[in-house]
């Protein structure tokens, strides 16, 4: 069972950068699918951007795409997000998920797919 400790959040002006991370006790780090997801208030969870076992395959949600960065290290059980150029609709409390994969590449986008949730990091950005 994966439990899973986001940390980097905070407050930032609008163009900013901010590094989330998140690790796992887990030993079995290299078998989940990793993903951040998002939440704002009053809105959905929505994703942000997954990663996959292998770290080979990337996905972004259109609005992030060219700011944000999503990456692994397996050795050390760490997902990390660096958000730059952010902007003040990027304000909302961001989740680390986990789930469970078979195939090594692959990526998984729904709320439902996931298993595993950290306690969320808020992120406040300034306009």
């Known amino acids: 069972q994966a439990q899973l400790v986001e940390s980097g959040g905070g407050l930032v002006q609008a163009g900013g950068s901010l590094r989330l991370s998140c690790v796992t006790s887990s030993r079995t780090f290299s078998l989940y699918a990793m993903a951040w997801f998002r939440q704002a208030p009053g809105r959905e969870r929505e994703i942000v951007a997954a990663i996959s076992r292998n770290g080979e395959s990337t996905y972004y949600t259109d609005s992030v795409k060219g700011r944000f960065t999503i990456s692994r290290d397996n050795g050390k059980n760490t997902v990390d997000l660096q958000m730059n150029s952010l902007k003040f609709e990027d304000t909302a409390v961001y989740y680390c998920?986990?789930?469970?994969?078979?195939?090594?590449?692959?990526?998984?986008?729904?709320?439902?797919?996931?298993?595993?949730w950290g306690q969320g990091t808020q992120v406040t950005v300034s306009s």
């Open positions: 998920a986990a789930k469970l994969a078979v195939l090594t590449s692959a990526l998984y986008f729904r709320v439902d797919d996931y298993s595993y």
